[in-house]
């Protein structure tokens, strides 16, 4: 006979791991083997256009209208040949050699006369609290929320009447350069946040005065920043477009490598028979450059996550 | 049934970084097991292997008679307290406790009930298919137990002639690195100039040296394992026959039997559940108030018994612990230290925990495992490894000031035996001695240790009692901690309550510095340990490296100024010269 | 609402609490709105203040100055060459006679114009001879704006000099010594150091940005434009004109043509900004993984295609999609297209190979960056998931998406307002085109950003006027986003959450 049950017992909650045990190790293993394809993928996109750059600098076919290296519509080889690199410095319509004599310049003066004004303006900022400090900073900012751009017509302008333009322009590109160059301060007040204000009064209680403070004591630790300053410094002028198109208006002369290079292809006829010269134009500009890069990356990262990243 | 056993459970890293070696301890149900031991011993790592956050390199951790060598983290049906808390910075406190509990699938039982609401009986066919399934299960398990057996029983000979090979190499290199050293060595001493620190060719050496014993032990150890395969897995099927044949007899039993009937569900934990386990353990923590804080608004103390709330609401078996305390202030250790006294009787689960401090390995653990660079030392109650320390460095881990330890002399004069020390001579009477004459202990130098609390002040000069001069004294209130100096200059620490000084004037004459004291101990407080470091009652089984402290037996290497250790004794340590 | 405690809160079910938070945020509106306005009324109040101070000190000190200070009245740093501060004196009273020759000269002229700014139009004879030379609109504003800033600037060196008087006035009647040249020039490289660092890049910065910043504002309210072209034409004020044009419906005006480009612009940021942020997240995160060999390697190879001057893999990128490219090409000879794919013609193709390649150029930046933080995560947050049993896909939406949100909060919203001025990508890979005739008579196209449609109106069709309204409502668009993002995140605010 059954009998009448209540149950009064505690409902129990039991943990239910029901899943197959050690197939977790082959799940690992599976999911493992997709991450490595999905990075080989990963690398052949991110590493075959410059592949192919510099496999198109040295593609010396003339006939051949298409810009693809392995296919050539009008079914010949592909021929080799560093001819293109030869035309950069020979032809007078594209002189690249005074492009990047003059991009070499600008960039050797911003890099220096920039970092001098960006670490002043840093360090000043970082330490010392002086009436209106956060006035000025809070005007910074909302000075640069104007698209920069806008300041080129005046300057433009300004610039042409002293003659700074045109072929001349390198100097007037230096000087647009450095003299904003105080607004972008914050990566280096980030890294000088860091540096324990106890050094400086340790420093001012041995007798220094402050200029001393900042030229012996901070500056000497100050590496990572400087180097970082100095090289960001470096290679922005190469990539410049827009304030050195406007400086330059039509005189090649005046032009940098990226209004240069620009030209090569902005048009339909050029595009196609300015192709390969453009590659090699590339090349030589990014060679430099990458090594920099490369060089000076371990800063990059040190400057970009600990200055700017927490703002 | 929680318990927890390891067997042979060894942590070897990619470089060969041999982290715990031949971890064996088997945890009863309910136990509190404290491993303890200075940093880097393996303690953490050994528990991350409990845990399932760290690879077993070698063999195998059983929860609850399962092995759970392959099993993820939270299959383990585990629960962790991490050193740091490692509480989610964005979740409340509540939601912080409840995080797990709304993660997983829950099994319930429900009743089956008939149209009247009242439970049916009759034959639990759900339970006999589940047993069923399960006995198939574990005699499948018994088969491949059984076929295991002959491919370990090779792996562990092919491991043996490796080692037994690279042994070989070790004792040439050992041998040619000695020979680099003593001529390098007599070089400097035919020339009267100083050896250099650090001396590259001793570095090498030692390194050579360290290797190759290592080598030796681990030979040891694979022998004693080939021994243990087959008696261990005689044990495994033998149990496995029990389990099956318990199971036959209940499959027998449902067969024939009405029982009330049960429906197995899955099911998300209800919110009601959950907020009464979380409100229960919050009050057992006495965290009510904060349960709708974020962690940054708490302090370290209230911060950590949430971490122990969380682990709390998972109900689970084993309760594991990674330093919890270390980061508290020393007075909110030594409350939360009282506190998880009294949470152990509340929480009904094994509890294994980790910390290097000695104190609260002896006030919380009912047994201890004392470890030191992977190896474990010994393992006991507290009161085991306070009285019978197996080794010099428990002698000295364990008890605070430390053990005072001196190089003596055991004599035997036929049947007596005492200790000769700095000329004086201190008997040995009762029990110890006897235990002596069993274990039929010859007259040998030894290492004679005797803790601080133990010696006492005598008025006079006697023949068993030590003259020393007091080099400082330090008054702790009840007591004081005498420093006093032995004749050949090695320091000694007393402790002596200040009741037995008398009036505070004669105290302070009585032990001013530069006074000198006689000081005497018992037969019965000494603590004898052989020209190893063993102890002479108390040998263990399998005698361990690293046994010691300051130089007696121990390789030690000297790395540069910068505090490297050069390549060359890096290739040596891994016997590549 | 009734108030709940701690405990019955918990027991509520979830969307009785949103609607709980909901409710007390909107009950909280109209405090903030209070709280706003005492806070503007109290720098108004501070300002009025400051303003009456100056007053008082000009007033006041005329009253009880001596006869040097009142001297200073008109020639400034009379007092301080009379009390024998020689350096500052010569240096105030360097500054009025620069003044009076500026004024003189220059100033004068132009100041005069600068309601109209020039009537007299120049007039081209026959043959390209100039007969009458004409007024220079362009000049008369900038000059007009520099010399209305040197008589601002005058006015403060002037109630400096004023001030000083006062100061050395009281610092006199206690006896105590004035502050010599040659500590003054200590000074500036010791407790005024700042002003010694500051006053070069400040410089740089008032004249070389705020300056043509200031100007381009007022262009906006002139006709400066391919018609109104100095020299040979002039120009004038024209009010709001031209901000009345945005407002304008119609469907080639400029006002629909700034909305589109608006809308696109929006979009455009917020894929660019937010398709990089988590895939490059999730890069980090599979080279970061346990038991992946190799971690470098795949790192570097990433970071190569940031040492590239990015104008370099823009343009070459740019022209692979193109018709006649490289895509195209290898799809056409493998036979797997027969026509080109209409990568730059089509708008909305446009548009998204404009996102997909920028998510080219952008994962790796992306990818540097959140690697460095993720390695920073504690990593028992993530055993403890472990143990408790979360999933690697709860473990990334409880720990490491909160903690990545966090921390990366304003490189976000900086990378947001930096991608709706990105000029490289847009123009060097699509030019902004297709070109779409209904965007105000084709002076933009489909994938134009604001900031690339002022670029063209200026650069092709010398439409200052309109370039500079752009101009301006790009800064307030960016100021308001600031503004809302930064107050309503509070994680901006709360650092120790993450301690």
Redesign the interface.
């Known amino acids: 006979m059954?009998?009448?049950?209540n149950?009064a017992t505690p409902?129990?909650?039991?943990?239910?791991?029901?899943?197959k045990?050690?197939s977790?190790?082959k799940n690992?293993r599976i999911a493992?083997t997709v991450?490595?394809i999905?990075?080989v993928l990963?690398?052949i996109?991110?590493?075959f256009?410059?592949i192919?750059?510099v496999l198109e600098s040295f593609r010396v076919d003339p006939a051949c209208?298409?810009?693809?290296p392995f296919?050539s519509?009008s079914g010949k080889p592909f021929v080799w040949g560093f001819d293109n690199y030869a035309v950069l410095f020979t032809d007078p319509k594209y002189p690249f050699g005074k492009w990047y004599l003059n991009t070499f310049i600008i960039a050797l003066f911003t890099a220096i006369l920039q970092t001098i004004?960006?670490l002043?303006?840093s360090?000043?900022l970082s330490?010392?609290r002086?009436k209106g400090r956060k006035l000025l900073m809070n005007a910074?900012l909302?000075?640069g929320?104007?698209?920069?751009?806008?300041?080129?017509?005046?300057?433009y302008?300004?610039l042409s009447s002293m003659g700074l333009s045109g072929s001349n322009s390198v100097p007037g590109l230096i000087?647009?350069y450095?003299?904003?160059?105080?607004?972008g301060y914050h990566v280096s007040k980030g890294f000088f946040d860091t540096v324990p204000k106890a050094l400086d009064e340790a420093a001012r209680i041995d007798g220094a005065?402050?200029?001393q403070v900042?030229y012996k004591i901070i500056l000497p630790m100050a590496k990572p920043i400087v180097i970082y300053t100095v090289l960001t410094a470096f290679?922005a002028p190469?990539?410049d477009?827009?304030f050195a198109?406007?400086l330059a208006k039509a005189d090649t002369d005046g032009y940098n490598v990226?209004v240069g290079?620009?030209k090569f292809?902005s048009s339909k006829t050029t595009?196609?028979s300015k192709?390969t010269t453009?590659?090699a134009g590339?090349v030589l500009?990014?060679i430099p450059?990458?090594i920099l890069?490369?060089f000076m990356?371990k800063y990059?990262?040190e400057g970009?996550?600990g200055g700017?990243?927490?703002? | 049934m929680a318990n927890v056993i390891l067997k042979d459970v060894k942590k070897i890293y990619d470089n060969h970084v041999v982290a715990v070696h031949d971890f064996n301890l088997e945890i009863k149900d309910k136990e509190f097991v404290v491993f303890v031991g200075p940093s880097g011993c393996g303690k953490s790592t050994t528990l991350r292997m409990i845990a399932g956050l760290e690879e077993i390199s070698e063999g195998t951790v059983s929860i609850d008679g399962e092995i759970v060598n392959?099993?993820?983290p939270?299959?383990r049906?585990i629960a962790m307290v991490f050193q740091n808390y490692a509480l989610y910075p964005h979740l409340s406190v509540f939601e912080n406790m409840a995080f797990s509990l709304r993660l997983?699938?829950?099994?319930?039982?429900e009743?089956v009930l008939d149209q009247n609401g009242?439970?049916?009986?009759g034959i639990d066919n759900e339970t006999i298919e589940k047993d069923k399934k399960e006995i198939l299960a574990l005699q499948k398990r018994a088969e491949n137990v059984k076929l295991e057996e002959p491919r370990l029983v090779a792996r562990l000979e092919k491991q043996k002639v490796a080692a037994i090979k690279q042994n070989e190499k070790a004792k040439t290199h050992l041998a040619s690195a000695e020979a680099k050293f003593n001529t390098k060595k007599a070089k400097y001493e035919a020339l009267g100039k100083p050896l250099p620190v650090p001396f590259r060719e001793e570095n090498v050496y030692l390194a050579a040296k360290k290797r190759q014993e290592d080598l030796a032990y681990e030979i040891e150890s694979i022998e004693r394992r080939l021994g243990n395969v087959s008696a261990n897995n005689q044990k495994v099927l033998d149990d496995f026959d029990e389990h099956i044949k318990q199971l036959e007899a209940d499959i027998k039993y449902l067969e024939v039997t009405?029982v009330?009937l049960f429906k197995t569900k899955?099911v998300k934990?209800p919110e009601q559940?959950i907020y009464d386990r979380v409100l229960s353990a919050a009050k057992t923590l006495g965290i009510t108030q904060y349960l709708l804080r974020k962690p940054r608004a708490l302090s370290g103390g209230q911060r950590q018994r949430v971490a122990i709330g969380r682990a709390m609401v998972?109900?689970s078996k084993v309760f594991l612990m990674d330093e919890p305390l270390s980061n508290l202030d020393a007075k909110l250790r030594n409350q939360m230290r009282a506190e998880l006294i009294l949470l152990r009787q509340k929480i009904d689960s094994t509890f294994v925990y980790v910390t290097h401090d000695q104190t609260e390995a002896m006030t919380l653990g009912d047994r201890i495992v004392i470890m030191k660079d992977g190896y474990t030392q010994q393992v006991g109650s507290p009161q085991e490894v306070f009285d019978m320390p197996m080794n010099l460095f428990v002698a000295t881990f364990i008890g605070a000031p430390q053990m005072n330890l001196f190089k003596a002399e055991l004599v035997r004069t036929g049947k007596e035996y005492s200790v000769h020390l700095y000329g004086k001579k201190f008997p040995i009477k009762g029990r110890k001695a006897e235990h002596l004459l069993e274990l039929d202990v010859k007259s040998q130098p030894i290492t004679l240790g005797v803790r601080p609390e133990h010696m006492y002040l005598q008025k006079e000069k006697s023949t068993s009692a030590l003259d020393l001069k007091i080099l400082v004294n330090e008054m702790m209130g009840s007591e004081y901690h005498i420093h006093a100096q032995a004749p050949d200059e090695k320091q000694v620490v007393i402790r002596v309550p200040s009741i037995s000084l008398g009036e505070e004037a004669d105290a302070a004459k009585a032990i001013a510095p530069g006074t000198t004291i006689h000081v005497s101990f018992e037969g019965k407080v000494m603590h004898l340990f052989d020209a190893e470091g063993y102890n002479l009652l108390n040998q263990p089984e399998v005698k361990v490296k690293e046994t010691s402290i300051e130089g007696v037996g121990q390789v030690e290497i000297k790395p540069d100024k910068l505090g490297r250790k050069d390549k060359k004794t890096k290739k040596a340590l891994e016997g590549k010269i | 609402m009734a108030s709940y405690t701690d405990l019955e809160y918990l027991k509520l079910p979830k969307f009785r609490r949103f609607f709980l938070k909901l409710w007390d945020f909107i009950a909280s509106i109209p405090f903030r709105l209070l709280v706003l306005l005492f806070a503007i009324g109290r720098f108004f109040r501070g300002f009025g203040n400051t303003v009456v101070g100056i007053f008082k000190t000009i007033v006041l000190t005329w009253k009880y100055g001596d006869y040097k200070t009142r001297t200073s009245y008109f020639i400034m740093g009379f007092g301080n060459l009379a009390r024998g501060q020689i350096l500052r004196g010569v240096l105030f009273l360097l500054f009025e006679v620069a003044f009076g020759v500026y004024m003189g000269t220059v100033g004068v002229y132009y100041i005069k114009d600068l309601g109209t700014l020039g009537t007299v139009e120049r007039i081209i004879g026959r043959g390209g001879k100039i007969v009458e030379f004409g007024q220079n609109s362009?000049d008369i504003l900038?000059y007009g704006i520099l010399t209305l800033i040197f008589i601002v600037a005058l006015a403060i060196t002037w109630y400096m000099n004023v001030k000083q008087n006062k100061i050395a006035q009281e610092i006199l009647a206690t006896g105590k010594p004035l502050k010599s040249g040659k500590q003054d020039l200590?000074s500036l490289?010791?407790?005024q150091?700042?002003k010694?660092?500051?006053a070069?890049?400040?410089l740089?910065?008032l004249?070389?940005?705020?300056?043509?910043?200031f100007?381009?504002i007022l262009i906006a309210f002139t006709n400066y434009d391919a018609g109104h072209y100095p020299p040979n034409k002039l120009f004038t004020w024209v009010g709001g004109n031209n901000f009345g044009e945005l407002f304008s419906s119609g469907g080639s005006g400029f006002g629909s043509a700034f909305g589109q480009i608006l809308l696109w612009t929006l979009i455009w940021a917020f894929f660019a900004t937010f398709t990089n942020y988590f895939l490059g997240m999730i890069?980090a995160m599979?080279?970061n993984?346990k038991?992946?060999k190799l971690k470098k390697l795949?790192r570097t190879?990433?970071?190569?295609?940031?040492?590239?001057?990015?104008?370099?893999?823009l343009?070459?990128?740019g022209?692979?999609f193109?018709a006649?490219?490289?895509i195209n090409?290898?799809f056409q000879?493998w036979g797997w297209i027969t026509e080109p794919l209409r990568f730059w013609t089509d708008p909305m193709w446009a548009r998204i190979t404009v996102i997909i390649i920028n998510i080219?150029v952008g994962i790796?930046y992306l990818m540097?960056?959140t690697s460095?933080?993720l390695m920073n995560i504690p990593a028992d947050l993530y055993e403890s998931a472990k143990i408790d049993g979360a999933s690697p896909v709860k473990m990334y939406m409880k720990i490491t998406l909160p903690y990545m949100l966090f921390?990366?909060?304003?490189?976000l919203l900086?990378s947001f307002?930096g991608n709706m001025?990105n000029?490289?990508v847009i123009?060097?890979l699509s030019g902004g085109n297709p070109t779409n005739g209904d965007l105000y008579n084709g002076t933009a196209g489909s994938t134009d950003l604001l900031?690339t449609w002022?670029?063209k109106l200026?650069?092709n069709n010398q439409d200052?006027k309109l370039?500079?309204v752009i101009?301006i409502m790009?800064?307030i668009v960016?100021?308001v986003i600031?503004v809302i993002i930064y107050n309503a995140i509070p994680s901006?605010k709360n650092e120790e959450d993450f301690q």
């Open positions: 059954a009998e009448q049950t149950v409902v129990v909650y039991i943990p239910d791991n029901g899943r045990k050690g977790q190790k690992k493992n991450i490595y999905v990075l990963i690398s996109i991110w590493i256009p410059f192919f750059i209208q298409v810009p693809n296919f519509m004004i960006v002043c303006m360090y000043t330490r010392s002086f910074m909302v000075i929320m104007f698209p920069g751009f806008l300041t080129m017509l005046v300057l302008k300004v000087l647009v450095i003299a904003s160059s105080g607004m005065n402050r200029a900042l290679m190469w990539g477009f827009v198109s406007i990226a290079l620009y292809i595009r196609t192709y453009f590659c590339g500009v990014s450059v990458s890069f490369m990356q990059y990262v970009v996550t700017a990243v927490k703002g | 392959d099993l993820e939270k299959d049906n997983k699938r829950y099994l319930v039982k009743p009242k439970q049916v009986m009405n009330p899955r934990m559940e998972r109900d | 362009f900038l200590n490289i010791d407790d150091f700042h010694t660092l500051l070069l890049p400040l740089g910065i004249i070389f940005t705020v300056l043509p910043v100007f381009m890069v599979i080279i993984k038991g992946i795949w190879i990433l970071v190569i295609s940031i040492a590239i001057p990015q104008f370099i893999s343009m070459y990128v022209r692979m193109e006649d490219g490289l090409s290898l000879s080219w790796p540097l960056i460095g933080i921390v990366t909060g304003p490189y900086t307002i001025n000029f490289n123009f060097l900031i002022l670029y200026t650069v200052y370039a500079s101009g790009v800064f960016v100021a600031s901006m």
